[in-house]
Antibody, heavy 122, light 108 residues
Framework: EVQLVESGGGLVQPGRSLRLSCAASGFSFDDYAMHWVRQAPGKGLDWVSDISWNSGNIGYADSVKGRFTISRDNAKNSLYLQMNSLRAEDTALYYC???????????????WGQGTLVTVSS | EIVLTQSPGTLSLSPGERATLSCRASQSVRNNYLAWYQQKPGQAPRLLIYGASSRATGIPDRFSGSGSGTDFTLTISRLEPEDFAVYYCQQYGSSARGTFGQGTKVEI
């Protein structure tokens, strides 16, 4: 069974940094692209960032480009999101999501974690 | 960037009834790369449909997807109590990665 467990969220002041982690199990992590998707309180879903299976291709939403950095450690079955220069509008539940197809990045997601809440406020 | 507009915003129905949810794209979705997700309160989204009409693993056959180009539909043939949730469409065919619609809430 696929399991994705996010951690690292919390309350942080504007301008500060936070690092999210996602621990994966139940599948061959190094065969799949991975994504971060966020959901502001009471709002819809927004794709944030993706990383290919071998970290060779990385993408970001315009809203986070230059501030967020995605990475992965296939030896540890882990995905990360380094978030710098945080803003109030980054407040959201951040989901780790597994790409649906092996070896390629399709941008649709067949497994999701339960999310970790990031609150940016002074 | 493709914008997805879902309608209606809220659908009020009873168990056993048929639900029809619409997702309209501002431009044609390449290869009909359109997915549907279900999200219940306090839970993560769950993939229901991909490629506009293919059911994901373990999804009951009362859920079906149809459409092409710019107009897509998710149909729930007979609503079960556990189907009351928010449904999102997502296109994944354009260079803007995975953009989502704003959601349709199916309520009792």
């Amino acid at each position: 069974e696929v399991q994705l467990v996010e951690s690292g969220g919390g309350l942080v002041q504007p301008g500060r940094s936070l690092r999210l982690s996602c621990a994966a199990s139940g599948f061959s992590f190094d065969d799949y692209a991975m994504h971060w998707v966020r959901q502001a309180p009471g709002k819809g879903l927004d794709w944030v960032s993706d990383i290919s299976w071998n970290s060779g291709n990385i993408g970001y939403a315009d809203s986070v480009k230059g501030r967020f950095t995605i990475s992965r450690d296939n030896a540890k079955n882990s995905l990360y999101l380094q978030m710098n220069s945080l803003r109030a509008e980054d407040t959201a539940l951040y989901y780790c999501a597994k790409d649906a197809l092996l070896g390629v990045t399709t941008y649709y997601f067949d497994s999701w974690g339960q999310g970790t809440l990031v609150t940016v406020s002074s | 960037e493709i914008v997805l507009t879902q309608s209606p915003g809220t659908l009020s129905l009873s168990p056993g009834e048929r639900a029809t949810l619409s997702c309209r794209a501002s431009q044609s979705v390449r290869n009909n790369y359109l997915a549907w997700y279900q999200q219940k309160p306090g839970q993560a989204p769950r993939l229901l449909i991909y490629g506009a009409s293919s059911r994901a693993t373990g999804i009951p056959d009362r859920f079906s997807g149809s459409g092409s180009g710019t107009d897509f539909t998710l149909t729930i043939s007979r609503l079960e109590p556990e189907d009351f949730a928010v449904y999102y469409c997502q296109q994944y065919g354009s260079s803007a990665r995975g953009t989502f619609g704003q959601g349709t809430k199916v309520e009792i």
